[in-house]
């Protein structure tokens, strides 16, 4: 250090502070060499409140099964069947009818999965999961029982015909317990008494979860400080 101050010393040297540098020559600077295949930046985002995109495959759902739960009913009222189509994203879409002729049980059940069939033949479905709670109707259908009676014969050559429309389809069993909506289906279309001229509209179900008169004491409260 001594030696390069004794060198040093032959000169004039004066420490200048270095100025600051204007923030527009830096962008002229910048602009002169610009490339010409540069795209600003945009800070702009118009989506700022969405959170995410997902992208679905067009046609995915139509790939997925639809199920089919049935029921028959028979007792000393008369005789009903009920179904209900479920699709893949579970919109519900029943079906019931009162049977006006005397049949079994298990012709009942027979009748409720037939129908059920149909109604998804009609909506061109080509997956279908069918489940029903007559263990025998859906044993003698997956071929693992015989079907000996001959009033089920004829019930079950007609489905093996129909399942031919079906690029896939199987029958589960399932318990009672689980068939709930098609077995209130099938017990109300058993007991109504209906007149053939009458149009029975399609049955819309609610779900209240408080008693009327709560709502009406909302109301109230909202007219009246003092109710």
């Keep these: 250090m001594a030696r390069w101050q ?6 004039d040297i004066v420490y200048v502070n270095q100025k600051a540098v204007k923030g527009s020559a830096i ?11 540069y795209e600003p930046l945009n800070f702009d985002f118009p989506n700022e409140d969405l959170m995410c995109v997902a992208t679905t495959e067009e046609g995915a ?13 028979s007792n000393v009222v008369g005789n009903g069947i009920g179904a209900v189509l479920v699709s893949p994203n579970g919109d519900h879409y029943p079906f019931t009818s009162k049977l006006d002729f005397d ?27 069918v489940y029903g709670d007559s263990a025998l109707v859906i044993y003698q259908l997956k071929g693992a029982w015989e079907t000996r009676d ?13 399942v031919k429309e079906f690029d896939d389809i199987t029958f589960c069993y399932l318990p009672r317990d ?37 709502y009406n004491i909302e109301e109230d409260e909202e007219k009246d400080d003092h109710p």
């Excluded at 962008?27 to 295949?37: G, H, K, P, Q, Y």
Aim: hydrophobic fraction near 45%.
């Design 6 to 11: 004794i060198l040093l010393s032959e000169f």
């Design 27 to 37: 962008a002229d600077f910048l602009a002169s060499r610009a490339l010409e295949d």
């Design 61 to 73: 759902l139509e790939e997925l099964p639809w199920k089919l739960n049935f029921d028959g009913a």
């Design 103 to 129: 049949c079994t049980n298990n012709m009942a059940e027979y009748e409720a999965c037939i129908m059920g069939i149909r109604a998804a033949i009609e909506c061109k479905i080509k997956a279908l999961e």
């Design 150 to 162: 001959p009033k089920l014969i004829d019930y079950r050559k007609l489905v093996l015909e129909l």
């Design 178 to 214: 689980e068939n709930q909506m098609a077995d209130a289906l099938a017990t109300l279309a058993s007991m109504i008494k209906v007149n053939k001229q009458e149009d029975v509209k399609p049955i819309q179900m609610s779900i209240y979860e408080t008693p009327p008169h709560c």
